[in-house]
């Protein structure tokens, strides 16, 4: 079956970086453009950063764009999240997912003023 299993996330502080990773397993990962999406406490789903099946094109929501880079290995099925310069408004539950109704557990990602 499709497995997606986020893992990186943490406790940051401003303006600081992590590097979120999910493995994909259970499908043709190479196949599927591949999308983060966030859950900040209280607040419904935000779709973050999307990539095409090849890695050659990627979009971001605005208030992410020049900070985070999406990015993927199709030889190891992995899909990655570059963050930098986090913001406190960046804290939420990260998710990767194949499409609105397939994502992974989710990482925790808080970032302290």
């Known amino acids: 079956q499709v497995q997606l299993v986020e893992s990186g996330g943490g406790l940051v502080q401003a303006g600081g970086s992590l590097r979120l990773s999910c493995a994909a397993s259970?499908?043709?990962?190479?196949?599927?453009?591949m999308r983060w999406v966030r859950q900040a406490p209280g607040k419904g789903s935000e779709w973050v950063a999307t990539?095409?099946?090849?890695?050659?094109?990627?979009s971001y929501t605005n208030s992410v764009k020049g900070r985070f880079t999406i990015s993927r290995d199709n030889a190891k099925n992995m899909l990655y999240l570059q963050m930098n310069s986090l913001k406190p408004d960046d804290t939420a539950v990260y998710y990767c997912?194949?499409?609105?109704?397939?994502r992974g557990q989710g990482t925790q990602v808080t970032v302290s003023s």
């Open positions: 997912a194949r499409s609105s109704t397939t």
């Open positions: 259970g499908f043709t990962f190479s196949m599927f453009a």
């Open positions: 990539i095409n099946t090849g890695g050659g094109t990627t």
